[in-house]
């Protein structure tokens, strides 16, 4: 079951904005994670990040071979090399755009509960935390890619708008 909630889709405003810092762990975050999940799990996402289903908040989730990840005010602390690979977004529904992210990177986090961890990524799992914290900074997949490619992918964007207003 999901709330009033919803899945917001660039150029929804709430996906640049500030997110706030998580200060307190309790019932009502617990609640807000779960559906996070459940959402991720809805549509069928890697990853999803709190204002990707419009909450301005320093969480995001992650499942990746059978794990969750909670991220919750997460900070890369280290990242090492170089990986070039197709990443899609949630929130740009449609759109798969090779992006040059490290190859490996060392998040420090912390969990639904407020305990803090340290992850160390690599490969794909790496790919997918440098995309959510990215979220979590107001920065989409499309700022790694060239201003041409930018423009495309929004024209495409506001046609796939539009012709959904038509039906
Ligand atoms: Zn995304």
Do not use: W
Not at 8 to 23: F, G, H, M, S
Not at 35 to 53: H, R, S, T
Not at 94 to 120: C, L, N, S
């Amino acid at each position: 079951m999901l709330s009033d909630h919803t899945l917001r889709v660039y150029p929804d405003p709430v996906l640049r904005e500030e997110t706030k810092v998580i200060e307190s762990f309790d019932e009502s975050f617990d609640t807000f994670v779960d559906e996070l999940k459940n959402f991720m799990i809805e549509y069928d996402g890697v990853g999803l990040a709190a204002p990707q289903i419009g909450e301005s908040l320093k969480v995001a989730v992650i499942f990746y071979e059978e794990k969750f990840y909670v991220l919750v005010n997460p900070v890369i602390k280290y990242k090492e090399g170089e990986q070039r690979d197709q990443e899609g977004c949630l929130s740009f529904p449609g759109i798969f755009e090779d992006v040059t992210r490290p190859y490996r990177v060392i998040v420090e986090a912390r969990d639904g509960k407020g305990v803090p961890y340290t992850v160390e990524a690599e490969g794909f799992l790496a790919r997918a935390m440098c995309h959510e914290i990215d979220h979590l900074n107001g920065r989409l997949m499309i700022d790694h890619l060239s201003p041409m490619k930018r423009e495309m992918i929004k024209k495409k964007l506001s046609k796939m708008r539009r012709e959904d207003n038509d039906s």
